[in-house]
């Protein structure tokens, strides 16, 4: 079946409002693409959202079952409703601000109690619906509307924080490899546990003008700059790594740090 047919099938709204080049587009199709191949549908599945753009996925245009709760509150959600029925298939579909930050306490615990629900944080480094405010993922010296002279703050390595609280199954995958990206959802899918995916995502209209960026494809085409693939970071030198990231699926932190350089 192709894209335009699953969207038919599978989304309430065929147009949607998001700006244009949003990466959340990209993550409709993937995630329509990987239920398909999975042979299954989207009413097979039971979704929580909290505030922001991404919540308007399986708020708005999933034709499935969902819950819509207050900002930062989508995980505590998610696990209730697995707690109430243990049958559902329970998603949460957040963003870096929803997820890590407002609701990065229930984050951690919920990958401490290993609560058997899967977690899409699409993060594109911003509070995108609010105005623009600087995150927990925003890159140093970024310019957001709360930070006009540069982010000064460490931003926040999901994978690693959900690593090094035990996760068992986190990932990272960019929007600039849809193909790829197709792969990673099927897996977080049908693993066991929690299971948790950082998918980077371009945001051009709040993000991107701030920041010298203001076409999708050139943030495209940054994303393949910046993030290597877990087998060519294996084969890259540490001392040519530079400030770039790694994807891919990882089991553990130990896994995952083995793929970076080790920071002074």
């Not at 922001?52 to 900002?71: Q, R, V």
């Not at 993060?123 to 105005?131: A, H, L, S």
């Not at 006009?148 to 959900?162: A, C, Q, R």
């Not at 948790?196 to 701030?210: A, D, H, I, L, N």
Request: with cysteine; net charge neutral; glycine share 10%.
């Amino acid at each position: 079946m192709n894209i335009q047919e699953l969207r038919k099938l599978s989304l309430r709204e065929q147009r949607t409002t998001f700006c244009p080049g949003c990466g959340f587009e990209t993550f409709i199709n993937c995630f329509l693409r990987a239920v398909d191949d999975l042979g299954r549908r989207m009413d097979d599945y039971t979704f929580t959202e909290g505030i922001g753009c991404s919540a308007w996925i399986s708020n708005n245009y999933f034709k499935a079952d969902n819950f819509h709760t207050a900002h930062g509150r989508a995980i505590p959600a998610a696990i209730g409703l697995k707690a109430a029925n243990p049958q559902l298939d329970v998603i949460t579909i957040g963003g870096d601000g929803d997820l890590a930050s407002i609701g990065g306490n229930h984050l951690i615990h919920a990958v401490r109690k290993n609560t058997p629900i899967a977690v899409f944080c699409l993060n594109n480094f911003i509070y995108g619906m609010t105005g623009g405010q600087v995150g927990p993922t925003t890159p140093l010296e970024s310019i957001t509307s709360t930070t006009v002279g540069g982010n000064t703050e460490k931003p926040f390595d999901l994978v690693k924080l959900v690593l090094g609280v035990g996760g068992e199954h986190a990932s990272r995958y960019p929007t600039a490899y849809p193909h790829l990206l197709v792969k990673g959802i099927k897996r977080a899918l049908v693993a066991d546990g929690f299971r948790f995916m950082e998918v980077v995502s371009q945001c051009p209209r709040q993000y991107g003008t701030r920041n010298q960026a203001s076409a999708a494809a050139s943030m495209l085409a940054q994303q393949k700059a910046v993030y290597l693939s877990r087998e060519k970071a294996r084969n890259t030198d540490r001392g040519e790594f530079g400030d770039r990231s790694v994807f891919g699926d990882f089991d553990n932190l130990k896994e995952y740090l083995d793929l970076l350089p080790t920071e002074e």
